[in-house]
C-alpha cells in the first residue's frame, strides 16, 4: 500500500508546481540583459535625471549603455542636461545657455516635483564629469544627445566640436545621437566612429538623409512604429533600432519579437537579468 501511496502524493506534487508556475506572473516574461538596455538619462526612476549620481547608479544596477542629453552653456560649454529652462530639474526661473558653466555647476538638480527635495545638495553635471565616469567603467558606452536647442542658439559646428572634444577620453565608446539629423550627418562624415539618428517620425527611417546617415544606432519611440511595420531587415538601413520609452519587461519582450535590438528605460533596474 505505501509504495502505491508515494507515487500518488508525487503525482499531485508535480501538478500542483505545474499550476503554480503558470500562475506566477513574473514567469510569463523574462528578464533583459544588459546587452540590450540603455539607461535613459541614467537611473531616472529613482534619481536625478542626467545627473552623476543618476549615471553612477545606474552603472552599479548593470547598465553596459547610458543615454544623456546635452546643452551649451553661454560659455558654450557641454552640460548634462536635457531641457533648455532650469525650471523642472533646478527649480530656476533662467535658461541654461543664460549662465557659465562654473555658475551652473553650483546649481541643484534635484527635480523638485517628482522627488521633492532629498536630492537637493545634487548639482547640474558637465559632460566632463561624466567622462571621467565611464573612463572608469570600460565596459559601458555613452549614448550622447546633442538637443536641438542649444544647436539652433549656438549652431551645429560648435555643438559639435565641443562636444566631440570633451568626450575625446572615450571616442571609441561614445555615441552621438540626436533628432537633429544634420548635426548627426555631419559627426559621421567628420570621421566620429558612431553616431545615429533619433528620428522625428517613423517615414523617415526610409528618406534618403537617413539612408545617406547610415547610423549605428536609430532611436525611435516605440509608440511611432506602426503595427504592420516589419523591422527584422532594418539593420541595413539604421544599425541596431533602439525603441524608447521602455517601461516593463513584457513591453521589451514584444518589442524584441518583433525585431527591436536595443530598449531604453528609465528604469534599468528592473528591467535587467
Same mark, same amino acid.
Given at each position: 500500500?505505501?509504495?502505491?501511496?508515494?507515487?500518488?502524493?508525487? #503525482?499531485?506534487?508535480?501538478?500542483?508546481?505545474?499550476?503554480? $508556475?503558470?500562475?506566477? !506572473?513574473?514567469?510569463?516574461?523574462?528578464?533583459?540583459?544588459?546587452?540590450?538596455?540603455?539607461?535613459?538619462?541614467?537611473?531616472?526612476?529613482?534619481?536625478?535625471?542626467?545627473?552623476?549620481?543618476?549615471?553612477?547608479?545606474?552603472?552599479?544596477?548593470?547598465?553596459?549603455?547610458?543615454?544623456?542629453?546635452?546643452?551649451?552653456?553661454?560659455?558654450?560649454?557641454?552640460?548634462?542636461?536635457?531641457?533648455? @529652462?532650469?525650471?523642472?530639474?533646478?527649480?530656476?526661473? @533662467?535658461?541654461?545657455?543664460?549662465?557659465?558653466?562654473?555658475?551652473?555647476?553650483?546649481?541643484?538638480?534635484?527635480?523638485?516635483?517628482?522627488?521633492?527635495?532629498?536630492?537637493?545638495?545634487?548639482?547640474?553635471?558637465? $559632460?566632463?564629469?561624466?567622462?571621467?565616469?565611464?573612463?572608469?567603467?570600460?565596459?559601458?558606452?555613452?549614448?550622447?544627445?546633442?538637443?536641438?536647442?542649444?544647436?539652433?542658439?549656438?549652431?551645429?559646428?560648435?555643438?559639435?566640436?565641443? +562636444?566631440?572634444? +570633451? $568626450?575625446?577620453?572615450?571616442?571609441?565608446?561614445?555615441? %552621438?545621437? /540626436?533628432?537633429?539629423?544634420?548635426?548627426?550627418?555631419?559627426?559621421?562624415? /567628420?570621421?566620429? !566612429?558612431?553616431? #545615429?539618428?533619433?528620428?522625428?517620425?517613423? /517615414?523617415?527611417?526610409?528618406?534618403?538623409?537617413?539612408?545617406?546617415?547610415? #547610423?549605428?544606432?536609430?532611436?525611435?519611440?516605440?509608440?511611432?512604429? !506602426?503595427?504592420?511595420?516589419?523591422?527584422?531587415?532594418?539593420?541595413?538601413?539604421?544599425?541596431?533600432?533602439?525603441?524608447?520609452? +521602455?517601461?516593463? +519587461?513584457?513591453?521589451?519582450?514584444?518589442?524584441?519579437?518583433?525585431?527591436?535590438?536595443?530598449?531604453?528605460?528609465?528604469?534599468?533596474?528592473? %528591467?535587467?537579468?
Amino acid at each position: 500500500m505505501p509504495c502505491r501511496i508515494v507515487p500518488h502524493i508525487l #503525482g499531485i506534487q508535480y501538478l500542483v508546481a505545474t499550476w503554480n $508556475l503558470i500562475l506566477t !506572473p513574473q514567469n510569463t516574461t523574462t528578464k533583459l540583459y544588459a546587452e540590450r538596455l540603455v539607461a535613459h538619462r541614467g537611473l531616472q526612476a529613482a534619481y536625478p535625471e542626467n545627473t552623476a549620481l543618476s549615471v553612477r547608479k545606474a552603472i552599479e544596477a548593470g547598465a553596459l549603455y547610458v543615454e544623456i542629453d546635452i546643452q551649451l552653456s553661454l560659455d558654450r560649454q557641454p552640460m548634462v542636461y536635457h531641457d533648455i @529652462s532650469l525650471k523642472r530639474v533646478s527649480g530656476q526661473d @533662467s535658461l541654461i545657455s543664460s549662465l557659465n558653466r562654473s555658475e551652473l555647476m553650483t546649481l541643484p538638480a534635484y527635480e523638485p516635483e517628482r522627488l521633492g527635495e532629498q536630492f537637493i545638495a545634487e548639482t547640474i553635471s558637465s $559632460l566632463a564629469q561624466v567622462v571621467e565616469i565611464i573612463l572608469s567603467h570600460p565596459q559601458v558606452t555613452l549614448f550622447v544627445e546633442l538637443k536641438e536647442e542649444s544647436i539652433a542658439e549656438f549652431g551645429g559646428e560648435i555643438m559639435l566640436a565641443n +562636444v566631440c572634444e +570633451v $568626450l575625446k577620453p572615450i571616442r571609441d565608446r561614445a555615441v %552621438l545621437i /540626436s533628432f537633429d539629423y544634420a548635426i548627426i550627418a555631419s559627426a559621421k562624415a /567628420s570621421g566620429w !566612429p558612431q553616431a #545615429g539618428p533619433v528620428l522625428l517620425e517613423w /517615414s523617415h527611417i526610409h528618406s534618403d538623409q537617413i539612408i545617406a546617415i547610415a #547610423g549605428d544606432y536609430t532611436f525611435i519611440d516605440y509608440k511611432l512604429i !506602426p503595427e504592420a511595420a516589419k523591422l527584422e531587415n532594418l539593420d541595413s538601413l539604421t544599425g541596431k533600432l533602439v525603441a524608447y520609452e +521602455v517601461g516593463t +519587461v513584457k513591453l521589451a519582450n514584444q518589442l524584441a519579437d518583433r525585431g527591436v535590438a536595443m530598449f531604453e528605460t528609465f528604469d534599468i533596474a528592473s %528591467l535587467l537579468v
